[in-house]
């Protein structure tokens, strides 16, 4: 096999300018590019809706190399119920443990120098106030798992995950594609996982060459694949093949091709811009607000 790239972990948003301030403002991310679409995504980026929506990557650098979260907003829709699925973002950064202090947004110390807080919606970040020693502050993403050996079985045997800690007592293991990537944590919670109306997904890279196979051995392997093989456009931009799995307890996973995705995935320096233009046009909370009725939940 060879190597695989953690790449970005998709967040469903309802108020798309108060979740770019948290972003950008006290994370201390920027805009890597910023797209629009009239229809769904054949792979459900968007999740089950057909239409029109937005997709925004935000990263403290290029997906080549940091790992980066995908705003994805549903004109239509107003708010999404979250479940127990996502346990949260870490970062290490003291900028953003700053600019959160100073923009009086609301943190909570959980132990000495780590803070929790929340994006618009309800996501959990913890941010750890020190300086990152690696060129991505973003450290792991945490994701609860009924059955702790289960799923551990699942990411390292099947998506040749390498593990690096497990803690039987607290119910814990960390896994990766590599030293210097953000880790998958995974939390046992010793009851089924509900993924609310949000459905989070977190995309893998590998060589287009190993899709097929991933497809295949999940086949052999009665795992679920959410969606088989496909071909995904975007206007202008490179086409890249991806294939959507479903772990354990349905985590959506994507494994997406390497090479056409680098291509995809390069900084667009207007993305900011482009973003900013779109709120400002976005007429869809007055719409709602005209007929007396507030924007319907996922």
């Given at each position: 096999?060879?190597?695989?790239?953690?790449?970005?972990?998709?967040?469903?948003?309802?108020?798309?300018?108060?979740?770019?301030?948290?972003?950008?403002?006290?994370?201390?991310?920027?805009?890597?590019?910023?797209?629009?679409?009239?229809?769904?995504?054949?792979?459900?980026?968007?999740?089950?809706?057909?239409?029109?929506?937005?997709?925004?990557?935000?990263?403290?650098?290029?997906?080549?190399?940091?790992?980066?979260?995908?705003?994805?907003?549903?004109?239509?829709?107003?708010?999404?119920?979250?479940?127990?699925?996502?346990?949260?973002?870490?970062?290490?950064?003291?900028?953003?443990?700053?600019?959160?202090?100073?923009?009086?947004?609301?943190?909570?110390?959980?132990?000495?120098?780590?803070?929790?807080?929340?994006?618009?919606?309800?996501?959990?970040?913890?941010?750890?106030?020190?300086?990152?020693?690696?060129?991505?502050?973003?450290?792991?993403?945490?994701?609860?798992?009924?059955?702790?050996?289960?799923?551990?079985?699942?990411?390292?045997?099947?998506?040749?995950?390498?593990?690096?800690?497990?803690?039987?007592?607290?119910?814990?293991?960390?896994?990766?594609?590599?030293?210097?990537?953000?880790?998958?944590?995974?939390?046992?919670?010793?009851?089924?996982?509900?993924h609310g109306a949000a459905?989070?997904?977190?995309?893998?890279?590998?060589?287009?060459?190993?899709?097929?196979?991933?497809?295949?051995?999940?086949?052999?392997?009665?795992?679920?694949?959410?969606?088989?093989?496909?071909?995904?456009?975007?206007?202008?931009?490179?086409?890249?093949?991806?294939?959507?799995?479903?772990?354990?307890?349905?985590?959506?996973?994507?494994?997406?091709?390497?090479?056409?995705?680098?291509?995809l995935s390069k900084v667009?320096?207007?993305?900011?811009?482009?973003?900013?233009?779109?709120?400002?046009?976005?007429?869809?909370?007055?719409?709602?607000?005209?007929?007396?009725?507030?924007?319907?939940?996922?």
């Amino acid at each position: 096999m060879k190597a695989r790239r953690a790449l970005h972990f998709v967040f469903k948003v309802g108020d798309r300018a108060e979740t770019a301030r948290f972003y950008r403002d006290v994370l201390g991310m920027r805009v890597l590019r910023h797209e629009e679409f009239e229809e769904g995504c054949k792979a459900t980026c968007n999740g089950p809706y057909d239409g029109k929506w937005s997709k925004t990557m935000v990263g403290y650098g290029p997906e080549d190399n940091h790992f980066v979260a995908e705003l994805t907003y549903n004109y239509g829709i107003g708010d999404y119920r979250l479940g127990n699925d996502f346990l949260g973002m870490t970062i290490v950064s003291s900028q953003a443990v700053s600019n959160a202090k100073k923009l009086q947004w609301p943190l909570k110390e959980i132990s000495a120098g780590v803070y929790e807080t929340e994006a618009p919606g309800g996501y959990r970040f913890c941010l750890e106030d020190e300086t990152s020693s690696k060129e991505d502050p973003v450290l792991k993403v945490t994701l609860a798992v009924s059955s702790l050996q289960k799923s551990v079985d699942y990411w390292s045997k099947f998506l040749g995950m390498k593990l690096y800690e497990k803690d039987e007592d607290k119910q814990k293991a960390l896994l990766g594609y590599g030293d210097n990537q953000c880790k998958l944590e995974l939390q046992g919670i010793g009851q089924a996982v509900d993924h609310g109306a949000a459905f989070g997904r977190i995309a893998f890279s590998c060589p287009k060459e190993e899709l097929p196979g991933i497809e295949a051995l999940m086949k052999e392997e009665g795992q679920k694949i959410l969606t088989p093989l496909v071909s995904l456009d975007t206007p202008g931009k490179a086409t890249v093949q991806v294939v959507i799995l479903a772990d354990p307890d349905g985590h959506e996973i994507c494994f997406v091709g390497d090479e056409a995705f680098r291509e995809l995935s390069k900084v667009d320096p207007n993305g900011g811009k482009l973003l900013d233009e779109a709120m400002a046009a976005d007429k869809s909370h007055e719409w709602f607000a005209k007929r007396n009725t507030p924007k319907p939940s996922a």
